[in-house]
């Protein structure tokens, strides 16, 4: 291991780039719909299954559905994944921003009043205010398909 400002690392092993973030879904027509209003592309839906998932994520007898939607830059990808067999355990759809574990996704959007018009037109709501923070984003939270916490930031300038 080295040091890197103050920081432990693994020598020889870098991470190149974030590749995805998934999110596990119950209605995957939904979730795509919802991500795709938002701007981002499908790039792909599939089937997975057999030994090899099942080792991947440490169950057995997995059949899921995957999607794979990119923002269009192409540097950002979102991995939405439905869990056929085993069944899915209930999670707290409405859980607040401070609950433990990965809470929210984030995108740079224009015209945040837009978007928020057409996301609420499809059932989305706030969950807080739309605010700005300083001369740099307008910015909030707003909670889609499944519980999932989206958040808007329109850059100021």
């Known amino acids: ?35 795709i209003e938002l701007g981002l592309e499908l790039q ?12 991947v994520v440490g169950l057995d007898g997995v059949l899921a559905e995957i999607a794979m939607l990119q923002t269009p830059d ?8 439905t869990f056929h067999r085993p069944s899915i355990g209930g999670g707290d759809r ?3 921003a401070n609950t433990a574990g990965i809470r929210h996704v984030a995108f740079a959007v224009e015209d945040i009043d837009g978007v928020l018009d ?31 916490i989206v958040e808007l930031a329109e850059p100021i300038g």
């Open 94 to 96: 409405h859980a607040p």
């Open 1 to 35: 291991m080295s040091s890197v400002a103050g920081t432990l690392t693994i020598e020889h092993v870098a991470i190149q780039r974030m590749d995805h973030v998934g999110i596990v879904v119950d209605d995957l027509p939904a979730a795509i719909e919802f991500f």
């Open 74 to 81: 192409g540097h950002g990808r979102l991995e939405l994944t």
């Open 118 to 148: 057409a996301l609420r037109a499809r059932g989305a709501e706030l969950v807080g205010e739309l605010e700005r923070y300083k001369d740099s984003y307008r910015l909030c939270y707003v909670r889609g398909p499944e519980g999932i």
């Open 44 to 55: 792909g839906q599939r089937p997975v299954e057999g030994r090899w998932v099942d080792r």
